[in-house]
């Protein structure tokens, strides 16, 4: 039924395919399943330009991942956000003995790893006729079979409906190529797109899927006290699910008694809300519990979220205003 569809989609991806991307040109399982990780939530050109392969260089294989401190995986992630994932991949490291497992159903025991990622795994690197089910592949169904309703059972129903089993990796590839150039979410280029002769939704793209309901990231007011002791600095390693496992300052919603100096003021957007915070020097040497010294180089080989980052640029020019 779908035999001139998936011809035309070949014939896309043939000439307009991102075939040079480097998890395209290797059938290393971990390779695959590293960029699949990385490419969740975050764009080609961010993790090409500047994490894939200084992630690939420090850890080259998953026994080296497995054997690398969680310290070390974070701080090579820093930058990348969405933590979670480096934890995961550190964790599915271990639960598999550093060996990524050949088949869907252990690939989804690992910590991270879902069903459309699994299946990611095994089109790409193994070439199982399987297919994924990513945000710009969702888009494209929604659009094509025209459907208004967000329900994930019934996509991978559809995504099995249009799949090309003869060509799993090309149909796979092509399919995220589309939806990151063509079948984009505000504005699709529907003239040039292959599907263009067949999709149900072509006349009205954007009704589909339906629109969410956009509800206003709620804000946080804290105050960040930055205890300070002959030149070295107070953090500790966070154990609460946000920013697990990265070093971070003290963090309040009150002000200490002690006298405090004002260096200034940050503003930090996540994904569920934003936060404000008034960053404070605090040269009281009473320490809150598991708090730790650190020089600023030494915190410089330490794992920090991006709030934390714009804290020490804030702490590095209030020194060289008191040197002057």
């Known amino acids: 039924m779908y035999k001139e569809v998936h011809k035309s989609l070949l014939n896309w991806y043939d000439k307009n395919g991102r ?8 059938n290393d399982p971990y390779k695959v399943y590293v960029s699949e990780i990385m490419l969740q939530q975050t764009q080609v050109k961010t993790v090409l330009e500047r994490f894939y392969f200084p992630f690939l260089e420090a850890f080259p294989t998953m ?43 252990d690939l989804m025991r690992l910590s991270g790893i879902g069903r459309s990622t699994a299946h990611a795994i095994a089109a790409f690197a193994y070439r199982e006729a399987l297919p ?21 059972k019934k996509l991978w129903e559809y995504s099995y409906t249009l799949f090309d089993p003869l060509h799993p990796f090309e149909y796979n590839q092509a399919m995220m190529d589309i939806g990151s150039s063509i079948c984009l979410p505000k504005k699709p280029l529907c003239d040039i797109c292959p599907f263009a ?18 509800i206003n990231k709620p804000i946080r007011i804290r105050n960040i006290l ?26 309040s919603e009150e002000l200490p008694n002690s006298p405090l ?25 009473t320490l809150p519990e598991k708090f730790e010294w650190f020089s600023l180089e030494e915190i410089a ?14 702490i590095v020019q209030d020194q060289k205003k008191f040197h002057r």
Request: include cysteine.
């Open 63 to 105: 026994e080296d991942l497995a054997r690398a401190s969680l310290d070390d995986v974070l701080k090579k992630w820093e930058g990348l956000g969405y933590y979670t994932r480096a934890r995961n991949i550190h964790n599915a490291a271990h639960q598999c003995g550093g060996i990524l497992p050949d088949n869907v159903h």
């Open 197 to 214: 002769s067949t999709c149900q939704g072509k006349s009205t793209p954007l009704l589909y899927p339906s629109s969410k309901i956009k």
């Open 19 to 26: 075939h040079n991307l480097p998890w395209r040109l290797t």
């Open 301 to 314: 080989q330490l794992s920090l979220s991006r709030a934390d980052h714009k804290i020490i640029m804030q």
């Open 226 to 251: 930055v205890y300070q002791k002959n030149n070295t600095y107070a953090l500790i390693q966070r154990q609460t699910r946000f920013l697990s496992g990265l070093w971070g300052f003290y963090e």
């Open 132 to 152: 994924i089910l990513d945000a710009n592949v969702k888009r494209i169904l929604h659009r094509y079979f025209a459907l208004e309703e967000r329900n994930e």
């Open 261 to 285: 100096k004002l260096l200034g003021k940050i503003t930090q957007h996540y994904s569920h809300f934003t936060l404000q915070a008034n960053v404070y020097l605090n040269e009281e040497e």
